[in-house]
T-cell receptor, first 115, second 108 residues
């Protein structure tokens, strides 16, 4: 079974640009979550999608948005990039939400550098 | 508000020494707690969950509702335990939050 796949692996952008990251969950998983990982702030939750609907949202500005497609693949978009957006963006999938014992499977992440 | 606190950003021990990575949570309901680990150049992965009451790679964690803690312990640290450890809480059935993480360094 293929794991969670994130593309691209690395991205370099400049301030003011926008970026789209992609995540393909494990086959059969319908929930996709996005996290921002930085050395200073650790792992911060961005949002979670389930059945093409955003179900949970973290405390990030509106420049961060996402969507999920009918095949459960998800994209995350960041507009008007700032230097502070430089981070490793992790995607995680699980079979469904509402099952408290369900564990997350993480992708390798997309390393975004904003210059 | 729900919160997971890992007070130590870095914990350094020598091989063979006991290890305790602290995790405290704030949640008025019935918590579901997990420890995730990220080894160098590897994906973040589940280490253990409190409901399973399991021991993985010699690590254990006991939920203490009185102290609202879920500390991760290992009696004898190994060099291969060096990694980033995150404590996580599921609340309101399906919302998951992580602590800021603790980097464990085990020296030979």
């Amino acid at each position: 079974k293929a794991g969670v796949t994130q593309t691209p692996r690395y991205l370099i952008k400049t301030r003011g640009q926008q970026v789209t990251l992609s995540c393909s969950p494990i086959s059969g998983h319908r929930s996709v979550s996005w996290y921002q990982q930085t050395p200073g702030q650790g792992l911060q939750f961005l949002f979670e999608y389930f059945s093409e609907t955003q179900r949970n949202k973290g405390n990030f500005p509106g420049r961060f948005s996402g969507r999920q497609f009918s095949n459960s693949r998800s994209e995350m978009n960041v507009s008007t990039l700032e230097l502070g957006d430089s981070a490793l963006y992790l995607c995680a999938s699980r079979i469904a939400i509402g099952q408290t014992n369900e564990k997350l499977f993480f992708g390798s992440g997309t390393q975004l550098s904003v210059l | 508000a729900q919160r997971v606190t890992q007070p130590e950003k870095l914990l350094s021990v020598f091989k063979g020494a006991p290890v305790e990575l602290k995790c405290n949570y704030s949640y008025s309901g019935s918590p579901e707690l997990f420890w995730y680990v990220q080894y160098s150049r590897q994906r973040l992965q589940l280490l253990l969950r409190h409901i399973s009451r399991e021991s993985i790679k010699g690590f254990t964690a006991d939920l203490n509702k009185g102290e609202t803690s879920f500390h991760l312990k290992k009696p004898f640290a190994q060099e291969e335990d060096s990694a980033m450890y995150y404590c996580a809480l599921i609340y309101n059935t399906d919302k998951l939050i992580f602590g800021t993480g603790t980097r464990l360094q085990v020296f030979p």
